[in-house]
C-alpha cells in the first residue's frame, strides 16, 4: 500500500490502484442530445481517485467543499464551481463536506450504455490513455 500526502491534513491510500466503486459514491447518469453528464455524490471525508480522461470536458461543483489535486497542484474549491479538465488528467478529490460533482462530456453517437461509454471516455493507467489516444 502507497501513502501519498495530499496536504497537512489529507493522507490518500493507493489501494493496489483499486477505486471508489459506485455503491461508496452513487453516481447519476444524465443523457441529452450528444451530451452525457456524470453527477457523483461524495460524502465528507470521502476521497475518489478518479479516471485517466481520454478527451477535454467540463466539470462542476454544485454542492460543497472538496480540494482536488491534479498534476502535482492542490487547490481547494466551494460550490459553485465549474472548470475545463484537460485530456489525460486526473484527479484526486476530497471531500471536505457533503459534495456533488458533475462532469458534462461529449457522446456524438448518443450512447446510453455506461460501460461502454467509460471506455470510450477514461484510462485506467497512463499506457491506456497514450494507446487511445493515438488511436484518436
Do not use: C
Request: hydrophobic share 40%; net charge positive.
Amino acid at each position: 500500500m502507497e501513502i501519498e500526502k495530499l496536504n497537512d491534513d489529507i493522507v490518500l491510500v493507493h489501494n493496489n490502484g483499486k477505486i471508489a466503486t459506485h455503491e461508496a459514491f452513487p453516481v447519476k447518469h444524465t443523457f441529452a442530445d450528444q451530451i452525457y453528464l456524470r453527477e457523483m455524490k461524495m460524502h465528507a471525508g470521502g476521497i475518489v481517485l478518479g479516471a485517466i480522461h481520454t478527451f477535454d470536458h467540463a466539470w462542476f461543483l454544485t454542492e460543497g467543499t472538496v480540494s482536488i489535486k491534479t498534476n502535482n497542484k492542490i487547490i481547494k474549491y466551494s460550490a459553485p464551481f465549474y472548470k475545463k479538465s484537460k485530456a489525460g488528467d486526473q484527479r484526486v478529490i476530497y471531500a471536505h463536506t457533503n459534495s456533488t460533482f458533475v462532469t458534462v462530456h461529449k457522446n456524438p453517437n448518443n450512447i446510453k450504455n455506461i460501460e461502454k461509454l467509460e471506455e470510450i471516455l477514461a484510462s485506467s493507467s497512463y499506457e491506456e490513455f497514450k494507446f487511445k489516444t493515438n488511436k484518436l
